[in-house]
Every structure is written in structure tokens, then in C-alpha cells.
């Protein structure tokens, strides 16, 4: 299947600070691409979809502000979380999908615990 | 998007042959239906994906009734390696490909020795 690179695959940041995680598709071109965070024991839960080159589209509750997401390639989405608090603390997971495919394919997941 | 129910948890000794049925009573005429399978810590792993009939590959079997309002994974011969939770997830990618993703609770399978 393709490959969903996500970078780094662990992260501890001070309570304050901003952390950004990059999501790579390394052999499609990603028209589309999701973010998720997973608390333990949880389901993957959805936070925001983005398309190359416009804004992201948040579910409700998800701070846009708080959560940046950037999409400006074809192959690359990042996502910022801003000004960090220990509630922040998840596993934060991104899944890439080309256009005409019905397959998403995922990251290996990057774990933030904020201190 | 059409709401997945599965079971929260299955056991099944190694060697076996385990089925996890997802009911999606409403699912849509263009809906595919998609399997993941996720270890801890990392990533969900694309299984199979059907629409109907039946589907398989290397590692799964995925059966689909003709009225499409359930699904069956099966894996054949389980190992503990298996031991995992497994994802059923309806949708299409829509007219854009931009159709979001949505997780259910998903099947934690325990393979026992």
C-alpha cells in the first residue's frame, strides 16, 4: 500500500510552547488529508480535513486557532498545536487519500506529551 | 455518513478462524466499506475494502451481503500477532475526494495462546 510518513514519532514540549507534526505521502499525491488524536483505550477521533491549497474544514469543538493545519503540497500537511497545555497530551495520527481513490492510508502517529 | 456498530471486544485462540460482523443499516448506494486494523501506538492499517460480494487478499477475506447493510471480516488461521483492534468504516470519498474519515468504537481482538 502507499506510504504515509509522520514526523516526529514522539515530542515532549513545555507547557506554553508550540509543536508542529508534519504529515508526508512519499509516493501519491495526497489531495486530501485528515487529522486525528487518540487518548488511550479510544477510537481515532477526527479533528480536521484539509484539501491542497484551501483551509482546513474543523469538526466542531476542535479549536482552529489552537489547532493549525496547513496543506500547501500535495505531499505535505502540518499541523501546529499552539501554545501547548498538558491537556493536550494525545496521539495525534494524519491519513492522506489521493483524489479518485476510495483507500486512505495513515501515519504512524506522533506522540505529545506536553510537560 | 453511515453510523458502523461492531462488537467492543472478541477472544479467539490461535489457529482459529475469527469473523467480525459491522452492521451499517444506512449505508449509501455509493459507500465502500473499508477494514483497519491498528496495533497500539501506531497508526491504523488498511486490511480490505469492498463494495460488494466478496473480497479477498493476502491477509483477509471481507464478505458483504447483497443488501450491503452488514460486513464480515474474516482472518483466517489468527496468530498473536493478530492481537490488535479492527476498524470498520463506511464511506465514499466523494465527489471532491474530500469526504472525512470517521471512526466507530472498533473490535479489540485478543488472540489467546
Known amino acids: 500500500g502507499a506510504v504515509v510518513s509522520q514526523h516526529p514519532s514522539w515530542v515532549i514540549c513545555k507547557s506554553g510552547t508550540s509543536v508542529k507534526i508534519e504529515c508526508r505521502s512519499l509516493d501519491f499525491q495526497a489531495t486530501t488529508m485528515f487529522w486525528y488524536r487518540q487518548f488511550p483505550k479510544q477510537s481515532l477521533m477526527l479533528m480536521a480535513t484539509s484539501n491542497e491549497g484551501s483551509k482546513a474544514t474543523y469538526e466542531q469543538g476542535v479549536e482552529k486557532d489552537k489547532f493549525l493545519i496547513n496543506h500547501a503540497s500535495l505531499t505535505l500537511s502540518t499541523l501546529t498545536v499552539t501554545s501547548a497545555h498538558p491537556e493536550d497530551s494525545s496521539f495525534y495520527i494524519c491519513?492522506?487519500?489521493?483524489?479518485?481513490?476510495?483507500?486512505?492510508?495513515f501515519g504512524q502517529g506522533t506522540r505529545l506529551t506536553v510537560v | 455518513l453511515a453510523k458502523t456498530t461492531q462488537p467492543i471486544s472478541m477472544d479467539s485462540y490461535e489457529g482459529q478462524e475469527v469473523n467480525i460482523t459491522c452492521s451499517h443499516n444506512n449505508i449509501a448506494t455509493n459507500d465502500y466499506i473499508t477494514w483497519y486494523q491498528q496495533f497500539p501506538s501506531q497508526g491504523p492499517r488498511f486490511i480490505i475494502q469492498g463494495y460488494k460480494t466478496k473480497v479477498t487478499n493476502e491477509v483477509a477475506s471481507l464478505f458483504i451481503p447483497a443488501d450491503r447493510k452488514s460486513s464480515t471480516l474474516s482472518l483466517p488461521r489468527v496468530s498473536l500477532s493478530d492481537t490488535a483492534v479492527y476498524y470498520c468504516?463506511?464511506?465514499?470519498?466523494?465527489?471532491?475526494?474530500?469526504?472525512?474519515?470517521?471512526f466507530g468504537t472498533g473490535t479489540r481482538l485478543t488472540i489467546i495462546p
Open positions: 491519513s492522506a487519500r489521493e483524489a479518485e481513490s476510495t483507500e486512505a492510508f
Open positions: 468504516l463506511v464511506g465514499d470519498k466523494g465527489i471532491f475526494g474530500n469526504e472525512k474519515l470517521t
